[in-house]
């Protein structure tokens, strides 16, 4: 295993992978049974203040800032392919002023709980959201 840094968020463990989040900002999958590497994102996420990581139905959330666009990018909400760690979609909130905190994600219902700078959000995962 290679040593990408501090981490800045908790771990997550779903469906046989370990997500992490490294200090140079890819996020990570490992095979939680051997240790190998299964993917790891080319692209950079910048993880917000109190930013997590959460997991449904074969997808990985997570709130950061896009580092590819880092000066002109309010931090998003990032939806993740689980087995490839390719990008799905992302979302900067209702009035697009960028996301703030963590998520919350309810399990049983498929709901996620998300919030921007001006309001709280409730997405319904079991559905396809209209995000780019």
């Not at 771990?11 to 890819?26: I, M, P, R, T, V």
């Not at 959460?54 to 998003?76: E, F, H, I, R, T």
């Not at 909130?93 to 309810?106: A, E, F, N, R, T």
Request: charged share 20%.
């Amino acid at each position: 295993m290679v040593q990408e840094g501090f981490a800045r968020m908790a771990n997550l463990y779903a469906d046989g992978k370990l997500f992490s989040h490294s200090g140079s900002g890819s996020v990570i999958a490992y095979d939680a049974n051997t240790g190998a590497e299964l993917w790891k994102t080319n692209r950079e996420y910048d993880i917000i203040e109190k930013g997590n990581i959460g997991y449904y139905n074969g997808k990985v959330y997570l709130n950061a800032n896009d580092k590819l666009n880092y000066q002109y990018s309010p931090n998003y909400l990032f939806c993740l392919d689980a087995n490839s760690g390719s990008l799905i979609w992302k979302d900067s909130g209702v009035v697009q002023s960028g996301m703030k905190g963590g998520i919350y994600l309810d399990q049983a219902t498929g709901l996620l709980y998300a919030q921007d700078s001006y309001r709280v959000m409730c997405i319904d995962l079991n559905k396809t959201p209209r995000f780019k």
